[in-house]
């Protein structure tokens, strides 16, 4: 993704780049020095590679737990941060997990998958980590809930209260109560990989948030979403943990902390995913130890596949994907969501989110077709992308936001019927006026609440996510008033 | 210099090392290697040729090696020295004369295939063998799952992170400690994380050391029972022996069961039961097997400490008295030149046979195993089986000897088998047979009574009535053998006859009486 340095709405831009300058200027000092030097060098090429990075740092410095750190400017995204521990991977190793040509780094906002290596784009898919069934946790959706491996035994009281989950919506309980067991087994993976998790209070989920973060989203139905899965862990604890129940249970959660947290982890680290064992192909929820350290990207590197002949998870790398040492490797996570679904379930949002959706009221329209030309995305609606072919200067503006953009406002498109340009314009300042009218509906602005960010020390991690999520979305919105902007101006071409 | 692997630059321009296996190589490795190298000092100023080592392998550069070809006093021409460079055969593989197939140059295997002709999934095992092992030592240590995200590095956000920091320590700390109070209450298991180093001593450090230690801990030893019969163990169960008609059908006792049991009775060994079992007969093979290592090895160890002369003047009667140590036979050499083999070739001579048989070890006459000798003669019988000739008392004869072979089924004594033929009147004498077959004769006489000339007579028709009627008869008779559709017995023939001469029958009657119109038929003369 790429923010466009245009020329004309020089001082949009620039204050763009302020403000993710100022955004940066909180995970640490050195990121600033560095911002500078790419605002000086902004009409370069080498500043697409730091915008880019600064603009992929939102989603990343969005303080998802598994995330890679703000980025250093210089040449990889990679180099600013420190290596992992070596234990990570050598405990994987040890049981025949594998990463080829990547390393784990770690920076302030948590783990990330880095590529250690160039690679050439192939015309195959390219595996960089294999993991094997072994170390997983792995649960089918449907009934029969099935264990790979299956470490329960069947005396197992927590084996009673997965019994009693619900089939249909409770996976993430079944998972976070098969996690806890695993803590608790001896021997077992997950009690070695486990230090490597984000503790709870690095957790992002909003499991574990409280009600002033609730109260900062500043979103009436996602903090009602929030609170009631929170009540609803709650009480599933409370259930099931009761003082009476015996010890095997009730040393797996102590608190009721714990077990938010087992199911936060559970939550924002389960991978969906149709896998054959054997001959039986069934869909199941796994947790997958080194492939959950990958981020979240709207335009991924990366995907999983599942090798049934000897039941390992790969990540691999998307065919034709050239990638430079030191970038990230990103997979998708939910595709075709809004930003209010991700932090729902993992507690991170986006500013780009080429999904997210702004509810206009009113009839303005604006004509599809030249909205995508201006902006050279193109694609069918459910796959817009930007095509870099057909620009010829270096495209930055366009990015995710712009993609929503063009599939959230309301347009019309008619055949071969041309725009009244004057029409156009008015449908645009209607558009724009409601959306400001929205900005102006939030209790701050963006820029008050990049100050916030800034200030804030010691903002626990939810807090943060929460400040964020809806700076992201009123900077989603300007974004839009941006690109409206900008298709009025080109509209007469 | 001398560290310094030489190398080469072939033909093709490749470099290639010679790899040394110890990493050094002698000088003189490397002058035959290179040849003439140390003995022609290049001259720095020949620039028309000038060698450099440092111009890219694919110029043709002088090689540094090179061939004296001839000897002569003219050093640095080009006559004298042949370039020699190392190639590489050509070929990889080569069509074979005697084999008449393609044959790999070098004599080995033929080549690995290629990666596109691994069988599926080799290459993904082949890339997980291939990954490298990560380096590296952590610093910190694993919660075992009781800190989740212990070993993540905390960053914090925000200038305040040292601030952050104390306060994370801190809280780390607190928790730490209500972890700690939480452990008293809550968890009764504590799991041991660490491994503890323990002092072994005694019985365990010798057995960890692999000091001679007896079976069992002394400590933990707990005293044994009195041992069970064989009947009373319930492990020995025994094939039940099949009804056989002599002991010499049953199975062959093994070897060492036998010496075993002997050796228990004799009481030597101690046994569990009274039989030895499958876990003490593999014991007393081993231990018999180590016994006899030691033995050899004892044996050896003192031939070659004393020297083959002291050693096998053991069994050499004659030479026992000499001294044998190696200072004698050392001065022995010195004296009359004589050395060790000589003396000992002299020493044999004077062996005597039987003392040549027991140093070898091969006369049967000669009682060599004590043990065996002491045996029983019924558990030697077990392992080696008796005498060959006569194997069991058994065989032993008395010639007076009545021998008496009734068993069980004997049967009454064989009856006269005439006389039982007779009663049961399968035979009968000779005699009867006359009689009988005298009786079955005489009809076959009579037979024969009749008068021969009367039987041949035939009627010529010289009596006219009588003629008439016997040739009327012997005509009808005639006629009825030659008209073989008529076919009449003589009875009715006879009959008929007798009705024609009557002639008193009316028409009637006489049809009623014939029985077919054939019998109207009038004798037609055949001359008409």
Same mark, same amino acid.
């Given at each position: 993704?790429? /923010? ?5 709405? #020089? ?25 500078? &030097? ?40 990679? @180099? ?77 009281? /927590? ?5 009693? @989950? ?19 087994? &001896? ?35 996602? #903090?009602? @979403? ?94 034709? &994907? ?97 725009? /009244?340009?004057?029409l156009e314009r008015k449908a645009v300042k209607e558009l724009q006026e409601e959306c400001q ?13 990049? &100050? ?7 903002? @626990? ?33 | ?65 090179? $061939? ?132 072994v001593a005694g019985y365990d450090l010798d057995k960890k050391i692999g000091n001679p230690h ?181 065989? $032993? ?29 399968? $035979? ?25 000339? +009367? ?49 008193? +029958? ?23």
């Amino acid at each position: 993704m790429s /923010i466009s340095v245009l020329n004309p709405p #020089a001082s949009c831009i620039l204050n763009h780049h302020h403000q993710l300058h100022k955004f940066n200027a909180s995970p640490l000092p050195p990121i600033s020095i560095s911002v500078c &030097k790419c605002r000086i060098r902004s009409a370069v090429m080498v500043a697409d590679e730091t915008s880019s990075s600064l603009d992929s740092s939102p989603i990343s410095t969005s303080t998802f737990p598994l995330f890679h750190p703000s980025l250093p400017p210089e040449p990889t995204p990679a @180099t600013q941060l420190e290596p992992a521990d070596p234990d990570f991977y050598k405990i994987g190793y040890v049981r025949s997990m594998r990463a080829y040509g990547i390393e784990f780094r770690e920076g302030p906002d948590g783990f990330g998958v880095y590529a250690s290596k160039d690679i050439e784009a192939l015309r195959r898919a390219r595996v960089i980590m294999e993991i094997p069934l072994e170390l997983m946790l792995t649960i089918s959706q449907k009934l029969p809930w099935m264990f790979f491996p299956d470490i329960i035994p069947v005396g197992h009281p /927590i084996f009673d209260i997965i019994n009693s @989950t619900n089939p249909e919506t409770d996976w993430d309980l079944r998972m976070a109560c098969l996690l806890l067991y695993a803590f608790d087994c &001896k021997g077992n993976f997950w009690q070695l990989y486990g230090d490597f998790l984000p503790g709870p209070d690095e957790c992002t989920s909003f499991l574990l948030a409280t009600e002033e973060d609730l109260l900062e989203l500043q979103d009436k139905e996602l #903090a009602s @979403t929030l609170r009631e899965q929170q009540r609803r862990a709650l009480e599933f604890w409370e259930k099931n943990w009761h003082s009476a129940v015996p010890l095997k249970v009730k040393r797996l959660a102590p608190e009721p902390e714990r077990f938010m947290w087992a199911l936060s982890i559970a939550q924002s680290r389960c991978i969906d995913k149709q896998i054959r064992i054997g001959a039986l192909v069934q869909d199941s929820n796994m947790l997958v130890p080194y492939a959950d350290m990958l981020n979240h990207s709207f335009e991924p590197n990366c995907f999983f596949h599942w090798r049934f002949k000897d039941r390992m998870l790969e990540v691999m790398i998307n065919a034709g &994907k050239k990638i430079k040492k030191g970038d990230e490797m990103t997979v998708d996570y939910m595709d075709g969501k809004m930003n209010n679904l991700f932090m729902q379930r993992y507690g991170f949002s986006s500013p780009v989110n080429p999904w997210d959706v702004i509810q206009f009221s009113g009839n303005a329209r604006v004509h599809l077709d030249s909205f995508l030309s201006v902006f050279n995305i193109s694609g069918l609606p459910e796959d817009y992308y930007h095509n870099s072919k057909l620009s010829y200067d270096d495209d930055r503006f366009v990015d995710g936001a712009v993609i929503a953009a063009a599939r959230t406002t309301p347009t019309w498109s008619d055949g071969d019927i041309p725009l /009244i340009p004057s029409l156009e314009r008015k449908a645009v300042k209607e558009l724009q006026e409601e959306c400001q009218q929205m900005l102006a509906g939030f209790s701050t602005t963006v820029d008050q609440d990049q &100050k916030i960010l800034e200030s804030i020390p010691e903002a @626990t991690r939810t807090h943060e996510a929460a400040i964020k999520y809806r700076l992201h979305r009123k900077l989603f919105i300007e974004k839009v008033i941006q690109a409206l902007d900008i298709y009025q101006e080109r509209i007469l071409f | 210099m001398a560290s310094v692997s030489p190398s080469w630059y072939y033909q093709d321009g490749g470099l290639r090392r010679v790899v040394c296996a110890d990493g050094v190589i002698t000088n003189k490795f490397f002058t035959r290697n290179l040849k003439i190298q140390f003995g022609v000092p290049f001259p720095p100023s020949s620039s028309s040729k000038s060698r450099s080592y440092t111009t890219s392998p694919l110029k043709k550069t002088h090689l540094p090696l090179r $061939i004296k070809c001839e000897k002569n006093d003219k050093e640095e021409e080009e006559d004298s020295y042949k370039d020699v460079t190392i190639e590489r055969a050509p070929y990889y593989s080569y069509m074979d004369s005697t084999s008449g197939q393609m044959e790999p140059a070098s004599g080995a295997r033929a080549s690995i295939p290629s990666e596109e002709y691994w069988p599926e999934g080799t290459s993904s095992r082949v890339r997980a063998a291939r990954a490298p092992e990560p380096s590296g030592v952590s610093t910190g240590k694993p919660s075992f799952g009781k800190n989740p995200g212990s070993r993540r590095k905390k960053y914090k956000s925000s200038a305040s992170a040292s601030q952050t920091n104390l306060v994370v320590n801190d809280q780390a700390e607190s928790e730490y400690s209500l972890d700690e109070s939480k452990n008293g209450a809550s968890e009764f298991v504590v799991y041991q994380t660490e491994p503890e180093e323990e002092e072994v001593a005694g019985y365990d450090l010798d057995k960890k050391i692999g000091n001679p230690h007896s079976f069992i801990d002394p400590k933990a030893k707990i005293p044994m029972d009195e041992p069970l019969t064989s009947e009373e163990l319930w492990w020995n169960w025994r094939k039940p022996e099949k009804e056989q008609w002599s002991r010499w059908q049953r199975r062959r006792p093994d070897v060492e069961t036998v010496f075993l049991k002997a050796m228990a009775e004799t009481g030597q060994v101690k046994l569990y039961g009274d039989q030895p079992t499958l876990t003490e007969c593999a014991l007393f093979r081993a231990r018999r097997h180590i016994y006899k290592e030691e033995r050899l090895q004892d044996e050896f160890d003192k031939l070659e400490e004393i020297g083959p002369i002291a050693y096998y003047s053991e069994w050499v009667e004659a030479w026992k008295e000499k001294d044998t140590s190696r200072e004698a036979v050392q001065r022995h050499f010195e004296e009359t030149g004589e050395d060790e083999n000589t003396q000992l070739l002299e020493m044999f001579m004077l062996q005597t046979d039987r003392e040549y048989r027991i140093m070898m070890g091969t006369d049967n006459r000669i009682r060599r195993d004590p043990l065996a000798m002491r045996m029983r003669e019924d558990q030697i019988k077990q392992i080696w089986g008796g005498d060959p000739v006569y194997p069991t008392v058994n065989y $032993i004869q008395d010639p007076d000897e009545v021998i008496d072979y009734r068993g069980p089924d004997f049967h009454e004594p064989t009856p006269n088998m005439l006389d039982y033929l007779k009663e049961h009147g399968k $035979i009968i004498t000779r005699d009867e047979l006359e009689k009988v077959l005298s009786k079955e004769k005489t009809e076959v006489l009579e037979m024969a009574d009749i008068d021969d000339a +009367m039987a041949r007579a035939v009627d010529i028709g010289e009596n006219d009535d009588e003629g008439e009627e016997s040739e009327a008869e012997d005509d009808t008779n005639e006629k009825a053998t030659r008209n073989w559709s008529v076919v009449k017995n003589n009875a009715e023939l006879i009959k008929t006859k007798e009705k024609a001469k009557k002639d008193s +029958m009316s028409l009637e009657e006489a049809v009623d009486d014939s029985e077919n119109l054939t019998d109207f038929l009038l004798d037609f003369e055949e001359d008409d």
